[in-house]
């Protein structure tokens, strides 16, 4: 079946510090993988895609690289700032499935002055 | 450019009743779609739309629930005699495409719904 496992958080950090968030996937066929983020009170916005294996999804200094050989998708940022205080959703959308998404469970940021 | 949108944002009901919420999606977004959210918890899939034909729904979805979207514009979910297991986030999402996976969804803030 179609699942995405992400790290548990909640994770701190300080202004400026390295960010990775770790997802892994199973997935019948090839599928695409999304990060959404949730900012308090607002719904889930994209932040990046990746839609085959080595693509490189960017957005506002966020990165993540899509790993078929891994099964993984983590979000990297270099420094992070406060405003990046969110939830954090990996998702895939795989062939033949309906186009719904799988989401993990989020992982909850803060970043501290 | 204007986004999905919901309403009402908050609901407050006792068991038993019935509630009705309503999704406004991307104007020429022809695929609208329900999830579920529940604290602490990603997005589940409940139901999609293709213009006006529901194509899937989720286990997830029992009898209670119906979903419609008449004239492939706005969408409808109702929850019939509702219980306090349905205390969640109902998320529409819409996305324009004819059917690729590979498709973004644009989500809307949500449904707050609790039964007391």
């Known amino acids: 079946g179609n699942s995405v496992t992400q790290m548990e958080g909640p994770v701190t950090l300080s202004e400026e510090a390295f960010l990775t968030i770790n997802c892994t996937y199973t997935?019948?066929?090839?599928?695409?993988l999304f990060w959404y983020v949730q900012y308090p009170g607002e719904g889930l916005q994209l932040l990046l895609k990746?839609?085959?294996?080595?693509d490189k999804g960017s957005n506002k200094g966020f990165e993540a690289t899509y790993r078929k050989e891994t099964t993984s998708f983590h979000l990297e940022k270099g420094s992070v700032q406060v405003s990046d205080s969110a939830v954090y959703f990996c998702?895939?959308?795989?062939?033949?499935?309906?186009?719904?998404?799988?989401f993990g469970t989020g992982t909850s940021l803060t970043v501290i002055p | 450019d204007t986004g999905v949108s919901q309403d009402p944002r908050h609901k407050i009901t006792k068991r038993g009743q019935n509630v009705t919420f309503r999704c406004d999606p991307i104007?020429?977004?022809?695929?609208l779609y329900w999830y579920r959210q529940t604290l602490g918890q990603g997005p589940e899939f409940l139901t999609y739309?293709?213009?006006?034909?529901?194509?899937?729904k989720s286990r997830l979805l029992s009898d209670r629930f119906s979903a419609e979207r008449p004239k492939g514009s706005f969408s409808t979910l109702e929850i019939q005699r509702t219980e306090q297991g349905d205390s969640a986030m109902y998320l529409c999402?819409?996305?324009?495409?004819?059917?690729?996976?590979?498709?973004?969804?644009?989500f809307g803030p949500g449904t707050r719904l609790l039964v007391l």
């Open positions: 999402a819409s996305s324009l495409g004819s059917g690729e996976y590979q498709e973004t969804q644009y």
């Open positions: 997935a019948t066929g090839y599928p695409s």
């Open positions: 990746a839609t085959k294996a080595d």
């Open positions: 998702a895939l959308s795989a062939p033949n499935t309906g186009n719904q998404f799988y």
């Open positions: 739309f293709q213009n006006e034909a529901q194509l899937e």
């Open positions: 104007s020429e977004h022809n695929r």
